[in-house]
């Protein structure tokens, strides 16, 4: 059973990871469309897993980024029509998207913190690896374990990196049904089989019986119900809340079988391949969303999630196609993404598209990619896992807000896609360790000497 | 996805999607039929679809009442009996509470 779990696993993987590519890609592609589509609309792109929204608006002159945006004298500077409306708006939407994406990046890492902390099977080291982490971890020679862990990285990005090439063929050549199947595929596995054995784990820890009949009633209903509504439509909210749930899984997953240290050296690159994978002319990423962009396409649902609907108001469906798709997007768009995509998508350096409207409502939505929210929970649940006390996982808890909130920021002046993880992940980083090693220690020599500062 | 954007004519064709994929052994959908729908079936004002919208938030609710019924009284059951049972108990069961000694 169990090798047969891993190996169906890493297959899903496999699967996963393709998908996401093809997301991302995907995703990012929309992104950077919107951009240049509509200059007045900076689309930022965090994030693979969260591009999509294409605004398609160039009227609003909106200032996006400024939404985004808490700190109003940056978009003042940057803001092509100041008007005094304008900014008001943007700072009035700004500060209001950031905590619009701190909600769902926060729930995400609470209900992976608590599982790791209540249920025991996700902190338990098992001899079962994934395909893409092939080194084991010889805990007795420090040289050994790094070297081994430098190697299992460079075989996880490398697969990534494969990946998202593939997805960029993928996309290239129009294969947008191979694409369309590889995304359910990945939820169907990740919204069946990962739920399952979460919800067999939670039923051992708290010692509750269950038999069959109950069970795949649950799992059939939350299952088919986060199909529907991640990829065809359903309540915003309920969308949004499966979204979470997935992406805690899948950080769970990770979690659980990626070997220590690899796990610390994976985060750091990947965020450095985000970066990459975003900012550079060759990057994949970027290559997936000039083609969208010549192509004009809308990109196929990704998972992203979307924080908000967004209205058009007084826009017609036929009237700006665009617009419709954009509104669609945004309305619909919120898919899950398969863990592993997601993971992809992270490393892609997905961007977060920020929508304009251009109606008179003034409801942005704003995106973030799924892999992101993995990739921030992986970070703090790992500090749960491992760093002992809630010190450690506070900091970086905090440490990657602060990074959100600076991402955000630098999306708002230089409004262009971004790769939401490096900052973060840096923050994250450091915050975990220096915690761990220098914090910790203090407070704990001070309660013991009952010295209270 | 919002209500408020799309037109009558899809909520309604949303609404009995619904209320018909709920047949497939889903209850939940059916709840979120009701759920979703309820603000659009009988607080809004009326317009031309909503007699029929409301209809199938009644029947979703019904079929919810139903199975909540039923999945309870099976629960109850299995949780009072699943120790008499003995092997069929261990056979239903998917994890089984361990004792204390």
């Known amino acids: 059973m169990r090798l047969l779990q891993l190996w169906a696993f890493g297959f899903c993987h496999l699967l996963f990871m393709n998908t996401s590519d093809s997301e991302e890609d995907s995703y990012n592609e929309r992104s950077a469309l919107v951009q240049c589509e509509s200059p007045t609309i900076p689309s930022y792109n965090q994030d693979h897993d969260m591009s999509l929204p294409q605004e398609t608006d160039t009227k609003r002159r909106r200032p996006v980024s400024s939404g985004l945006d808490e700190p109003g004298p940056v978009e003042r500077e940057r ?13 009035k939407y700004g500060a209001k998207h950031v905590i619009m994406l701190f909600i769902p990046v926060t729930l995400c890492m609470v209900v992976v913190v608590a599982t790791i902390k209540s249920v025991s099977f996700y902190t338990e ?49 129009r294969c947008y049904k191979f694409i369309h199947g ?12 990962f739920s399952f054995m979460y919800l067999g784990e939670v039923f051992k820890t708290y010692n509750v019986a269950m038999d069959y009949p109950t069970l795949v009633m649950i799992i059939w209903n939350f299952g088919v119900v986060g199909m529907i509504c991640i990829h065809w439509k359903g309540p915003l909210r309920l969308q949004q809340a499966y979204l979470i749930v997935i992406s805690a899984l899948m950080a769970l ?7 220590e240290w690899s796990a610390w050296v994976i985060l750091g690159a990947i965020s450095i391949y985000d970066l990459i994978a975003v900012l550079c002319p060759k990057g994949p990423l970027r290559m997936l969303v000039e083609t969208a ?7 196929f649902p990704a998972l992203i999630y979307s924080s908000a609907m967004v209205w058009m108001v007084g826009m017609a469906d036929s009237s700006n196609p665009d617009s419709a798709d954009e509104r669609q997007r945004n309305e619909g768009g919120a898919l899950a993404q398969e863990g592993v995509e997601s993971e992809d998508d992270a490393t892609q350096g997905g961007r977060r598209r ?40 506070l900091a970086c808890f905090v440490a990657i807000l602060i990074g959100l909130c600076l991402t955000l920021l630098l999306l708002a002046i230089f409004k262009k896609a971004l790769p939401a993880l490096p900052i973060s992940i840096t923050f994250g980083l450091v915050f975990y360790f220096s915690t761990d090693n220098l914090v910790r220690p203090f407070m704990d020599s001070l309660a013991a000497h009952q010295y209270y500062i | 996805m919002n209500l408020e954007r799309i037109p009558n004519e899809e909520k309604l064709s949303l609404s009995r999607r619904y209320y018909l994929g709920g047949f497939a052994f889903l209850p939940f959908l059916w709840l979120v039929n009701v759920l979703w729908f309820f603000r659009e079936a009988f607080l809004k004002p009326t317009y031309t679809e909503q007699p029929q919208i409301k209809s199938y938030v009644k029947k979703s609710a019904l079929g919810l009442i139903v199975w909540v019924a039923v999945l309870t009284t099976w629960i109850t059951i299995f949780q009072h009996f699943r120790a008499q049972w003995g092997e069929v108990g261990d056979y239903l069961s998917f994890t089984i509470p361990l004792g204390t000694a």
């Open chain 1, 125 to 173: 080291k098992t001899s079962q690896r994934l395909i893409y982490t092939p080194f084991e971890e010889d805990p007795n020679s420090v040289g050994q374990r790094l070297l081994n862990s430098l190697l299992n990285t460079m075989v996880m990005i490398s697969v990534i990196v494969v990946m998202t090439i593939i997805l960029v063929v993928l996309y290239k050549y």
């Open chain 1, 354 to 393: 920020y929508s304009a409207e251009e109606d008179l409502e003034e409801d942005r939505g704003v995106k973030l990619g799924l892999g992101d929210f993995i990739f921030y929970s992986v970070l703090v649940g790992k500090a749960a896992t491992t760093g002992g006390d809630w010190n450690t996982t």
């Open chain 1, 293 to 299: 962009q010549e192509r004009n396409e809308p990109i």
């Open chain 1, 253 to 259: 997953i990770f979690i659980k079988y990626l070997p």
């Open chain 1, 79 to 91: 803001a092509s029509t100041p008007d005094g409306e304008e900014e008001e708006l943007t700072l």
């Open chain 1, 182 to 193: 590889w995304l359910i595929l990945s939820s169907l596995m990740l919204l069946f089989w």
